[in-house]
Nanobody
Framework: QVQLVESGGGLVQAGGSLRLSCVAL??????MGWFRQVPGKERDFVAA??????????SYAGSVKGRFTISRDNAKNTVYLQMNSLKSEDTAVYYC?????????????????WGQGTQVTVSS
């Protein structure tokens, strides 16, 4: 069993930065990523990273490319999402996800494990 524990959400002004962290308790998972959801809408892909012996794969949603950076510390089983130049439309609950067979950039159903979510609010 794998448990994902997120931290780092909060309230920030537009143009500011936040860093989200997610630690996977249990074992190392091939692909880890972030999704976000606002009330009444579907959960959307944000960024994901997968690391294997052949290298790493990273994918970003178009709306965050150039502003968000995903990284991973395998020794700590932790994935980070550095969010810069935040906009009001980035306001959402952010969920960490992990999946041994997920493809970075793939849909949510490819991920087997989910965190509880952390609120990010960007004020304009």
């Amino acid at each position: 069993q794998v448990q994902l524990v997120e931290s780092g959400g909060g309230l920030v002004q537009a143009g500011g930065s936040l860093r989200l962290s997610c630690v996977a308790l249990g074992r190392t998972i091939y692909a880890m990523g972030w999704f976000r959801q606002v009330p009444g809408k579907e959960r959307d892909f944000v960024a994901a990273i997968a690391i294997s012996s052949s290298g790493s794969r990273i994918s970003y949603a178009g709306s965050v490319k150039g502003r968000f950076t995903i990284s991973r510390d395998n020794a700590k089983n932790t994935v980070y999402l550095q969010m810069n130049s935040l906009k009001s439309e980035d306001t959402a609950v952010y969920y960490c996800a992990a999946g041994p067979k997920a493809t970075p950039g793939g849909p949510g159903y490819e991920y087997d494990y989910w965190g509880q979510g952390t609120q990010v609010t960007v004020s304009s």
